[in-house]
């Protein structure tokens, strides 16, 4: 069996490769997004910052928790020994493998509130995307600086919660992805109603 953090790792990896451009809307707003992934947020939507009971073998910036794994100098039997591991750690990397398939095929757009969700959350984003079969992945996704390029909050499996409940959902519109090496732009989904 496959060392889930590695194969965690590089799917984010290859995400990083890659931009999203979501155009969504509700009641006449337009959100027009740029979701890229950037190596330094692996440490948090991996869930490293729950490794708090546990000594990894390597010490390492937060910048470098993706590299770390792809070396091989932390694997998943390192951090499988902290008590976080199987409710806060391990349900994020199964999302992160899963993510690219999803983005890369129709999923639902929300516009997140944290104060809406039933129960107390400490989430802080701005729009949520869900979609996977049969597993929900839930993507939260946060605007930087005010512009137009959203990165990711955090990641993780439908679990007892359902963060849709009560969000207001947003139409899509385009779904575009950009590889940033080649700049070549592939149009994933596009509304029958909507033209560029």
């Not at 947020?41 to 470098?64: M, Y």
Request: with cysteine; proline share 3%; glycine share 4%.
């Amino acid at each position: 069996m496959m060392d889930l953090l590695y194969q965690a790792a590089q799917a984010w990896l290859a995400l990083t490769s890659y931009e999203y451009h979501i155009v969504c809307a509700r009641k006449q707003k337009l959100h027009d997004l740029y979701l890229r992934f950037a190596p330094d947020e692996f440490f948090h939507v991996a869930g490293f910052q729950h490794l708090h009971d546990i000594v990894l073998p390597v010490r390492f910036s937060q910048a470098k928790a993706m590299d770390k794994v792809l070396q091989g100098a932390v694997t998943e039997s390192h951090i499988r020994k902290s008590q976080s591991y199987v409710n806060s750690v391990s349900p994020r990397l199964q999302a992160i493998v899963q993510l690219k398939k999803i983005l890369d095929n129709y999923f639902l757009t929300y516009s997140f509130d944290p104060k809406k969700t039933p129960g107390y959350t400490r989430i802080c984003a701005s729009y949520l995307i869900a979609g996977g079969d049969p597993d929900v992945v839930f993507l939260f996704t946060d605007r930087k600086n005010g512009t137009k390029e959203v990165f990711s909050r955090s990641v993780f499996l439908l679990d007892q919660r359902d963060y849709r409940q009560n969000q207001t959902k947003l139409t899509l519109l385009l779904l575009e992805r950009r590889n940033l090496q080649t700049q070549e732009c592939t149009i994933l989904y596009q509304h029958e109603n909507y033209t560029v």
